[in-house]
Every structure is written in structure tokens, then in C-alpha cells.
């Protein structure tokens, strides 16, 4: 597959053609050696609303999501840059792969989470990745390409773009092709690899995992490469890995102190519901049957069935199995969820949110709750709570496009149009759309139903985005 050059590709394109779906940044002299922190930030924005919103294979599961930020997190808090932004999420693709983004955005393939052997394996390519940002690797390599590169590179991805969404392979081919011969300006350099090597070892021992989580799942990925015959995993081609590069690591964890690290609950429910959700339903239940059948305590096995039977729509069984697990296993927010899914699924809301508003008590951080809270008072009728919660986290993080959707359901339930036009307008703002937003403004104004404290926080709102939308235009003229 080629998501990793596809994506550096759009950076490119981004910072050329003048057409990304965001405010696209001024690259200055584009022989200097960098991008600036502005610019880079700015350019992953960019890509981002690409693939939140464009982009079939993103994993809308903030659930899952919810995990693999809180293991980033705890890896950036250690590395030197804390206060920069970092944010993680999810490709649903089996191939082995995860890349950085420009401006600290981290995509993981579920393969390559389902491929980690334990967490500190999946938290040493995080830190790989985060220390890939924190040296401005990707910034340093975007900012050496020629004004003449990037316009081939925008070309040739537009190329892509335009034969995906055609049908048509023999035009992805050739583009393709051409890709390919430029690939070798894209790849991390060997210094680069060695310097991430050398900084996300360092992110583990702080962030206390264990740090032969590195070199064993790097060895691992090497060994299985004859698997894969000519088509290695994304990761060893993006990345490319070399007997230096093993011995190095190896060597530095020699020298570090040994630490045994269990997995958190959290890691093996979360890639249990990865492969509850793939394929058939039968055949997920099965699996997980077999595993259980090896291993009667495992937690994360009989979870992953439980999830498997709610999907195949056996309620009493999936009921059965989670209220067990909720008695007898390792506590965690994903066990909660489940256990509110099923209720949901029975048609009865108001257990669920009995369930899910003491849990989101119980895991104040966890924005996933709060999401699957305000859904179940939505269904249990309860629009006033629901739409309390909606606003207070829509606007304790505005960039937060799940909880605008949850505000713009929440009003619209109460029969507030005015503002539910209002949140849907900043949904259409997070996806880049700032026509849609003004037009959503402009119902606002005219529903009728807004005070003047609500008309003149739209008008200010449509008055800004307006001169935002007049500003680009100009960028692109």
C-alpha cells in the first residue's frame, strides 16, 4: 500500500496547488532547510482534514483512538518537548505501518497494533514516530524540496486522488509508477532513523516501559520480512532497517536497567476489539471461542467474544459475558462501553446510562465516555443533561469535531435551531469547509429562535470566518 508516500505526497500538494481542504501556509523561500514550526503545523492540519473526513480508511473509533492517545501521551510527556501538540490516531489497514505527520500527528495501521506483542513493543513505535517530530525530520525533509519537486510531487498525487476516485487502476498505475521514482527523496535518512532510534529508546526508559520492546519487535518485523517475499511490511520500507541499526539498539539496552512492564487492560482490549469487528462475525466469535478455550482467564478474549456476539446480535450471551467480566476481570472504560452498547442495542438507554454516567465519573479523562454518555441520554430522552455535557466539552476544546456533532444533536433535540445551526457550523469549520459554515451561521440567524446575546455571537462568528474565507481565496488567486 502506499499511504506513507501518498501522505507525504499531499504535503506537497498541500503547500503548492493552493486547493487543501485548510488555511494553507505561506513556506516562505522554499530553499531554506526547514519549514517553520508555523508552516509544519499548518501543512498536518491540512492532511488531517484529508483523512478524518475524505478518507475511507480512517478508523472512527475514538474508543481506540481514546488508547493509543493515552499511551502517546505519556511518551511525549517525557520528550523534551511536552508542550508541543501530539495527537495519535488509527488506519483500519492489516499492512504493517504507522508514519508522523507534519505538526505531530501520528497515524498507527491496526495491523501493526495488532502485530505488537506487548504494549511496550507498540509504545517503542510511538516513540519512534514522536521523535521523529520532536527533531523536525519531517520539516527538514519538505523543506529541501525545489519548487520544481514539489509541483511534480502535487501533480503526481492529484494524479492518484483522481484515479481513486474514478475507478480507474491503470491511471493509479502509472502514477504510481512515477512515484516511485522519487520515493528515494522521501525516505528517512540513515541519521534520522539512528537519531529516532536513539531518542524513542531513551522516551521508553523514562516513560517506564521496557525498553526491549524497541529492538525485539524491530527484529521481529526483520525476521518475518521473507514472509512477505518482495512486498516487505510498510514499516521495513518506510523505515529501513539494517544490521547496524539492530546492533545498535541491542548495545544501548544492554546498558540501560532492566525493568519487567505488564501490559495495561487497555492493550489487550483494545486490540480485541480490533479483531472482534473484522470479518465475519461468526468467524470472530469462533476465534475468539478457541482463545478462551486455551486460556479461561483471559480478560481481553472474553471481551473480544463478547463484542463478536453483540455484533451477531446475541444479546443475552454478550450481556451474560460482560457483566461477568465487569465483576470477575480487570476494570476499563472499554468494558463499561460495551456493557452500555449492549443495553443500547436492547433498546433500553436508561441502563445504559446508568452504566456509562458512573464510569465517566470513575475515568474523568476519558472523552470516549463522555461521547457514548451524551448518545445514551440522547436515546433515554434526557436532551437537557445531554446537551449540558455537549456544550461544556465543545468549548473546553474547540477543535473537538465528535463533541460540535453531539452539541448540534443535543440542540437540535431541545429545539434550539439557532444553535444547533451554530455547532453544526463549526463541524464545516473543522472539516475546512468554511462556505458550509457561514451558510450554517446564516440559518442561525434566521431560525428564529436566538436571543441577542445568540445572534451576535454568530454574526461575530460569520464575520470572521468570512474574512478567513476572503483571505484564502486571495492565497489562491
Given at each position: 500500500m502506499m499511504r506513507r508516500l501518498l501522505i507525504l505526497l499531499l504535503c506537497a500538494a498541500v503547500a503548492t496547488s493552493g486547493h487543501g481542504a485548510g488555511s494553507l501556509p505561506d513556506l516562505g523561500d522554499v530553499a531554506s532547510a526547514e519549514l517553520s514550526p508555523l508552516a509544519e503545523r499548518q501543512l498536518g492540519e491540512s492532511i488531517m482534514q484529508e483523512i478524518r473526513w475524505r478518507d475511507p480508511a480512517w478508523l472512527d473509533d475514538p474508543e481506540i483512538e481514546e488508547y493509543l492517545n493515552r499511551l502517546g501521551r505519556r511518551l511525549a510527556r517525557v520528550s523534551g518537548e511536552s508542550e508541543r501538540r501530539f495527537e495519535f490516531f488509527v488506519i483500519n489497514d492489516a499492512s504493517l505501518n504507522a508514519f508522523a505527520l507534519p505538526g505531530g500527528y501520528i497515524g498507527v495501521h491496526s495491523g501493526l497494533l495488532l502485530a505488537a506483542e506487548s504494549e511496550s513493543e507498540l509504545a517503542s513505535v510511538l516513540g519512534h514516530e514522536i521523535a521523529h517530530v520532536t527533531q523536525r525530520h519531517i520539516a527538514q525533509l519538505l523543506g529541501r524540496q525545489s519548487q520544481a519537486g514539489m509541483v511534480m510531487l502535487a501533480s503526481i498525487l492529484l494524479a492518484v486522488l483522481a484515479a481513486r476516485s474514478d475507478s480507474q487502476?491503470?491511471?493509479?498505475?502509472?502514477?504510481?509508477?512515477?512515484?516511485?521514482?522519487?520515493?528515494?527523496?522521501?525516505?528517512?535518512?540513515?541519521?534520522?532513523?539512528?537519531?529516532?532510534?536513539?531518542?524513542?529508546?531513551?522516551?521508553?526508559?523514562?516513560?517506564?516501559?521496557?525498553?526491549?520492546?524497541?529492538?525485539?519487535?524491530?527484529?521481529?518485523?526483520?525476521?518475518?520480512?521473507?514472509?512477505?517475499?518482495?512486498?516487505?511490511?510498510?514499516?521495513?520500507?518506510?523505515?529501513?532497517?539494517?544490521?547496524?541499526?539492530?546492533?545498535?539498539?541491542?548495545?544501548?539496552?544492554?546498558?540501560?536497567?532492566?525493568?519487567?512492564?505488564?501490559?495495561?487492560?487497555?492493550?489487550?482490549?483494545?486490540?480485541?476489539?480490533?479483531?472482534?469487528?473484522?470479518?465475519?462475525?461468526?468467524?470472530?466469535?469462533?476465534?475468539?471461542?478457541?482463545?478462551?478455550?486455551?486460556?479461561?482467564?483471559?480478560?481481553?478474549?472474553?471481551?473480544?467474544?463478547?463484542?463478536?456476539?453483540?455484533?451477531?446480535?446475541?444479546?443475552?450471551?454478550?450481556?451474560?459475558?460482560?457483566?461477568?467480566?465487569?465483576?470477575?476481570?480487570?476494570?476499563?472504560?472499554?468494558?463499561?462501553?460495551?456493557?452500555?452498547?449492549?443495553?443500547?442495542?436492547?433498546?433500553?438507554?436508561?441502563?445504559?446510562?446508568?452504566?456509562?454516567?458512573?464510569?465517566?465519573?470513575?475515568?474523568?479523562?476519558?472523552?470516549?465516555?463522555?461521547?457514548?454518555?451524551?448518545?445514551?441520554?440522547?436515546?433515554?430522552?434526557?436532551?437537557?443533561?445531554?446537551?449540558?455535557?455537549?456544550?461544556?466539552?465543545?468549548?473546553?476544546?474547540?477543535?473537538?469535531?465528535?463533541?460540535?456533532?453531539?452539541?448540534?444533536?443535543?440542540?437540535?433535540?431541545?429545539?434550539?435551531?439557532?444553535?444547533?445551526?451554530?455547532?453544526?457550523?463549526?463541524?464545516?469549520?473543522?472539516?475546512?469547509?468554511?462556505?458550509?459554515?457561514?451558510?450554517?451561521?446564516?440559518?442561525?440567524?434566521?431560525?428564529?429562535?436566538?436571543?441577542f446575546f445568540d445572534l451576535s455571537a454568530a454574526d461575530a462568528r460569520m464575520r470572521e470566518l468570512k474574512a478567513e474565507f476572503d483571505r484564502r481565496r486571495a492565497e489562491r488567486r
Open positions: 487502476l491503470s491511471e493509479a498505475a502509472l502514477a504510481a509508477g512515477q512515484a516511485g521514482a522519487i520515493q528515494s527523496q522521501l525516505g528517512y535518512t540513515r541519521s534520522f532513523e539512528r537519531e529516532a532510534d536513539r531518542i524513542g529508546l531513551q522516551m521508553l526508559d523514562q516513560a517506564g516501559f521496557d525498553v526491549r520492546g524497541m529492538p525485539s519487535f524491530f527484529e521481529r518485523l526483520q525476521r518475518n520480512t521473507r514472509l512477505y517475499e518482495n512486498n516487505a511490511p510498510g514499516y521495513l520500507r518506510t523505515h529501513p532497517l539494517t544490521q547496524e541499526r539492530i546492533a545498535d539498539m541491542g548495545n544501548r539496552v544492554e546498558q540501560m536497567r532492566y525493568r519487567q512492564v505488564l501490559d495495561t487492560p487497555d492493550f489487550g482490549y483494545a486490540r480485541a476489539k480490533l479483531r472482534a469487528s473484522a470479518g465475519l462475525a461468526i468467524d470472530a466469535i469462533r476465534r475468539h471461542e478457541a482463545l478462551l478455550a486455551a486460556n479461561a482467564s483471559d480478560d481481553a478474549a472474553r471481551y473480544g467474544l463478547a463484542r463478536a456476539l453483540l455484533r451477531s446480535g446475541d444479546l443475552v450471551r454478550a450481556g451474560e459475558l460482560v457483566e461477568a467480566l465487569r465483576k470477575e476481570g480487570a476494570p476499563s472504560p472499554f468494558v463499561e462501553s460495551l456493557a452500555a452498547e449492549i443495553r443500547l442495542a436492547a433498546r433500553e438507554p436508561e441502563a445504559a446510562v446508568a452504566i456509562l454516567a458512573p464510569a465517566a465519573e470513575r475515568y474523568p479523562d476519558n472523552r470516549s465516555l463522555r461521547y457514548a454518555l451524551i448518545d445514551a441520554r440522547l436515546q433515554a430522552g434526557q436532551a437537557v443533561e445531554a446537551a449540558a455535557m455537549a456544550r461544556s466539552g465543545a468549548h473546553a476544546e474547540r477543535e473537538d469535531a465528535r463533541m460540535w456533532m453531539l452539541t448540534a444533536r443535543s440542540e437540535a433535540a431541545l429545539g434550539r435551531m439557532s444553535a444547533h445551526h451554530r455547532a453544526q457550523a463549526e463541524v464545516h469549520v473543522l472539516r475546512g469547509s468554511l462556505q458550509a459554515a457561514i451558510q450554517q451561521l446564516e440559518l442561525a440567524r434566521s431560525a428564529g429562535d436566538g436571543d
